[in-house]
């Protein structure tokens, strides 16, 4: 079996649909890790979308706070105020659609799938201090995580030594492939679909290979011209706007 796994899309249409092309016939089931929206210009295309094409998803903390469950007071301005312009985007069915989204850790196949971590869904795992616990606490050799919008992660290797997981690439496509060893502990970040923070503005997802016990991690161009157009012409922060062609 092969998952498609994909998340912080933040309603950026065209990066999604990227993901999907590049990624068309290489998977069997897809999971979103959340934030399907937030930020970008098209959150009923891509609610609509994602739930075409998804087998699971796990709300995010854009997703929370852009249908009312939370109040988004924690956000920075920028982030405040895409957050009221999607509120009065989305139809009463969208917002539904998003209320009740389930909170991870979600499990699918034995796998397990969260938006920020399994103790904490608004969790930020940055580094060392966040990723011990973490991996520590698992019950399960692998932890799918997003929020962060930084392709990777972090594993304890079979010799108990714990390891970043660098994926720092340029190019389109596969650009890494990560085995997964047995006695190995993983929390794999697939990256962010919408909206990436790792100075690479390109389009981030995963493929996980239950099969061959690995994790395919690829990047993809899209258009970005045409979703920041759509950002200025629905008068989103431009500073939101330009931090797309950065990837921060």
């Known amino acids: 079996m092969r998952y498609l796994i994909l998340s912080d899309i933040h309603s950026n249409l065209e990066a999604v649909e990227k993901c999907l092309e590049l990624a ?7 999971i979103c890790l959340g934030d399907l929206v937030g930020y970008g210009p098209d959150p009923k295309a891509v609610i ?10 796990v709300r995010g903390n854009h997703d929370k706070a852009c249908c009312g469950i939370t109040d988004a007071e924690d956000f920075n301005i920028w982030a405040r105020l895409a957050t009221h312009w999607t509120r009065n985007e989305l139809r009463p069915e969208h917002l539904a659609f998003l209320r ?52 990777g992660g972090f594993m304890v290797n079979p010799e108990g030594k714990f390891q970043s ?6 190019g389109d496509g596969l ?30 997802f995963a493929i996980l290979d239950a099969e061959k ?3 395919e991690y690829y990047r993809t161009a899209y258009d970005l ?17 330009r931090r797309l062609e950065v990837g921060r």
């Open 213 to 215: 016990h690995q994790v």
């Open 165 to 170: 997981i660098d994926c720092k690439s340029t």
């Open 175 to 204: 650009t890494k492939t990560l085995p997964l060893e047995e006695k190995g502990h993983y929390l794999i970040n697939p990256g962010s679909v919408g909206q990436p923070r790792d100075r690479n503005w390109r389009a981030a």
């Open 100 to 151: 009740g989204l389930p909170q991870g850790p979600v499990t699918l196949d034995g796998l397990v799938f969260v938006h920020g971590s399994a103790a904490d869904e608004d969790d930020y795992i940055l580094g060392v201090a966040g990723a011990v616990p973490a991996l520590k606490a698992q019950t399960t050799p692998s932890v799918y995580f997003g929020h962060t919008h930084i392709q």
């Open 225 to 241: 011209p045409t979703t920041q157009e759509k950002m200025r012409k629905a008068n989103l922060p431009d500073p939101l706007v």
């Open 48 to 57: 609509d979308r994602v739930r075409e094409v998804t087998n699971v998803i």
């Open 24 to 30: 068309k016939g290489k998977f069997d089931r897809a």
